[in-house]
């Protein structure tokens, strides 16, 4: 009688998750994670996709990869790990989820005067340049140093009116968030001045000063009609 000796091959199990999530600029360091029953055998890794600048360690199983803005959305990566026997390869497909945090695309006015109504209107996108407010994106106040501001969230409009112990140097600081949970929070500085630039320092001087402008248009006028004091003169005579 003889006897056979029969080696049955079981192909590697890939445990990676389905799915990974990374922010624009930040390296993606992902370990392919494969195990086989058979513990002498060395495992080789490999990747199909269509982004041209992701790395992959054969042998360790390691993609690497830094997204750009020009990435962001959604990446599928064919992962496969053999064992080195025809039928001993597994495939799976992971899932990239690249994504941004949200921006604001207006900035509050640096300059704020007392007594007077300080108003500014927020605009902002998400990754996708999607903006419309409380559906795209969602601002909160998360503190101020101003005596009185108001965020009014639905129409996203912040709003003050400055009172003099405000004057000097105050922040507002805004968080803002998308529907993916990417939060940006961003701290705004504002100066209030007690007196606006296009207030008259001294309004009795300029109140005289429009006074005589006014005489000498109307005695100019008189002068163009050739009439003064009852008098016909030529223009020549002036």
């Not at 392919?32 to 790395?55: C, G, P, V, W």
């Not at 006014?214 to 030529?234: A, T």
């Amino acid at each position: 009688n003889q006897s056979f000796s029969l080696n049955v091959n079981d192909i590697p199990t890939i445990s990676s998750p389905d799915s990974i999530k990374i922010m624009v600029g930040d390296t993606l360091n992902h370990r392919i994670d494969a195990s086989d029953q058979n513990q002498k055998t060395e495992l080789t890794h490999s990747i199909r996709t269509t982004i041209a600048d992701m790395y992959l360690n054969a042998n360790t199983g390691e993609i690497t990869w830094i997204p750009t803005a020009d990435d962001i959305g959604e990446h599928i990566v064919e992962v496969a790990v053999s064992d080195g026997f025809a039928t001993g390869t597994n495939m799976k497909k992971i899932t990239i989820f690249v994504s941004s945090y949200p921006k604001f695309l207006t900035f509050p006015p640096t300059e704020a005067y007392v007594n007077l109504d300080y108003i500014y209107y927020i605009s902002a996108q998400d990754a996708e340049a999607n903006k419309t407010p409380n559906e795209d994106v969602f601002v909160n106040l998360k503190n101020t140093t101003f005596s009185n501001l108001n965020l009014d969230s639905l129409s996203f409009i912040i709003s003050s009116t400055p009172v003099s112990e405000d004057i000097g140097k105050q922040t507002i600081t805004l968080q803002l968030n998308d529907k993916k949970q990417n939060l940006t929070e961003k701290t705004f500085e504002v100066l209030v001045l007690e007196t606006s630039p296009c207030e008259p320092e001294n309004t009795e001087l300029l109140e005289a000063t429009d006074k005589k402008e006014k005489k000498k248009m109307k005695r100019l006028y008189k002068i163009l009609l050739g009439v003064v004091g009852g008098v016909l003169i030529g223009v020549s005579d002036i």
